[in-house]
């Protein structure tokens, strides 16, 4: 462990994902309000954030809490929505294949849509592990850290903040920003199609089952687009 | 959801399934390949899913209500934070720009109002 950590590494990783928190403080802030709003305790906010560590998860439980949808069917949802992490971790792995155990679990826990973003090009930057897990372990640490602290905040300042100022719209606008640069192809843009078609045609559905399904929906019609593509 | 009980199975479920997908292929199945439609399904997760989560919160004005036209704030809104994400990559200007144009799209709205 001593022998792979590096310090300026580690200190890189921190300072270049400073800037980014001016995007996802708002994000905790939104999702401590949320929390607040679905009753919540401050305590059950805080470890919502710190064992869970995802806003998307976080955002769809809470609303499904609030509506009360069962257990089930909360587990599940979320679980869909944090599948994009299979994707991340598959193409994270082979950088991460030098390193012991230890490493690989703690940096595992740390990964996010932003911390691969940046820790990707730095290990494909450097044939030292050591630096890229380093660096990785700094914007993991820093955004971990933020994460807890904005969901506080948002948990406290939730009665303050005035509803005209439609705070909430910082969810959506985060997922666009995701979302965006996902669509890079012509499949990938028919599932978002169908996924966005099938969301708003389903909304009628108990438990808003209508956000897995939509889901569901949309990969498979980015897989059949894919297939039909490939045959033309 | 019932209670407190509940609330602390669905974190501990969520983070726990959160964690297990983000171990996955790092620890896990480090020594399986990933079989051929799987890989190719997760690759539409992120389209898919985002999709799922962003459309109803911008096309829905009341519940059960679509709102497609420009007496929607929230699409105005989005459009703009496309633009801006599609063109800058900035997460950071995406958010700057799509709360600019819908206070900027409710105040237009409220003066029409009059």
Known sequence: ?232 | MSGTVGLWIVVLAVGGLNYLSRLSFIAVFARVDMPPLVSRALRFVPAAMLTAIVVPAVVFVAPGNVGLTPGNPKLIAALAATVVAWRTRSPTATMIAGMAALWLAQWMLRAARG
């Open chain 1, 1 to 232: 462990m001593r022998r792979l950590f590096s310090r300026p590494d580690f200190v890189a990783g921190i300072r270049d994902m400073t800037p980014p928190l001016i995007g996802i403080f708002p994000f905790g802030l939104v999702c401590g309000v949320a929390a607040q709003a679905a009753g919540l305790s401050p305590f059950e906010t805080v470890a919502m954030a710190a064992i869970v560590f995802s806003g998307a998860a976080q955002i769809v439980a809470t609303q499904l809490i609030a509506a009360e949808a069962p257990v089930a069917v909360i587990v599940l949802t979320c679980f869909v929505v944090g599948l994009r992490f299979l994707m991340y971790s598959a193409a994270m792995a082979p950088h991460l294949k030098p390193l012991p155990a230890r490493w690989r679990h703690v940096l595992a826990f740390v990964l996010t849509d932003q911390a691969f973003a940046a820790a990707i090009r730095r290990f494909r930057a450097s044939d030292n592990p050591g630096v890229g897990a380093s660096y990785f372990l700094g914007t993991g640490v820093l955004l971990w850290s933020a994460w807890l602290v904005s969901n506080l905040v948002g948990f406290l300042a939730g009665n303050v903040i005035p509803a005209a100022w439609s705070l909430d719209f910082i969810v959506p606008l985060c997922f666009l920003a995701l979302l965006v640069p996902a669509l890079e192809d012509g499949p990938a843009r028919v599932a978002a199609l169908a996924a966005g078609v099938a969301v708003v045609t389903l909304d009628a559905l108990p438990m808003r089952l209508s956000l897995i399904c939509g889901g569901l929906l949309g990969i498979v019609a980015g897989l059949l687009a894919e297939s039909l593509r490939r045959r033309a």
